[in-house]
């Protein structure tokens, strides 16, 4: 019995010891902080974990030490040289390890801890453009539409968008009261907006301008007037793009970037040769990448690279290749042949079959 009791009193006392001898007193805590630029990236103070993970051991007793990886902390190797100030390598969320060494015992824990990177502003807000009705340089426009823009993928019920007529207004709080429903008093007129979210207390900071255009004429001069570039019809114009080269339609004389002009493309090439929709794609010339839809850009078709595909026509037609399907440089089979050479190796005559 009296052994019993002296196994039972060392294991007790040796569990003990094995406790009081952890490095790490407590887990590490996560950190967060506002992303200023909207970059990913921010600086964090890692340290604000070394008095949780120390608890109540003598700091002199410990050393704390911070890394990248896993495997770095546990060779002790490559320690993060700066953690008070320490800029994150992954954009976001990283995983941040901490090691705790007793400079006593020579015992050593290794716990992790994420650091986060809270975006509040997902993507700058959109101009907006509406159509002058009467000429009086005043339309109503909704600013509402860049909530879902500097929203993103963000919970919306977490976001909070307000718009002001001035950076003065926006710092004391004076927010427009109809943002669905906002008359501009200029054009073009600046608009600012803050952003913020109510989980992670982050806001940013964002402007973008309004600016009431006259419809009824061609400001790019393709023959395509402002109204009729509304593509999408939500009355504004800086969001019609069809090419995607950053230029809204209403101002890009080549649409859809097949280096043919609009002008060109909406009145029909080869003095009326070509409909306005080549290949019956519902999609009209001036905004068709792929005109006569043989799966060759228009662009490409340019086969004498001379930066126009209008006086490419291979087959002497009189119909442009980019209007022309049956026309096309491109390779449609590959034919092989096996054929033998002899003698091998010659130094004259060689005979092949």
Known sequence: MTKYLLFLFFLFTAIASGQTQRTIENPPQDLSVCDSDNDGFASFDLTLNTPVVIGSQDPSDVLVSYFE?????????????????????????????????????????????????????????????????????????????????????????????????????LDNGMAIQTPTAFSNTASPQTIFMLVENVVTNCSAEATFDI?????????????????????????????????????????????????????DEITGIGAGLAPIDTDNDSIQNYLDDDDDGDLILTKDEDYNNNGTPLDDDINANGIPDFLDEEAALSLNEINAMTFKMYPNPTHGHITIE
């Open 69 to 169: 990886t896993q495997l770095d902390a546990e060779q002790n190797s490559l320690q993060i040289a700066s953690p008070s100030a320490y800029m994150n390598i992954i954009a976001n969320i990283q995983t941040i390890y901490v090691r705790v060494d007793n400079l006593v015992t020579g015992m050593f824990d290794i716990d992790s801890f994420v650091i986060v990177v809270n975006v509040t502003l997902a993507a700058s807000p959109n101009n907006l453009s509406e159509c002058d009705d009467n000429g009086d340089d005043i339309e109503v426009f909704d600013l509402t539409q860049n909530d879902s823009v500097v929203t993103g993928s963000q919970n919306p019920s977490v976001i909070i968008v307000s718009y002001y007529l001035s950076q003065a207004d």
């Open 211 to 263: 600016e009431v255009t006259v419809c009824n004429v061609d400001i790019d001069g393709d023959g395509v007037t402002n109204e009729e570039e509304d593509i999408n019809g939500n009355g504004n114009l800086d969001d019609d793009d069809t090419d995607g080269d950053t230029i809204p339609d209403y101002l890009d004389n080549d649409d859809d970037g097949d280096l043919v002009l609009t002008q």
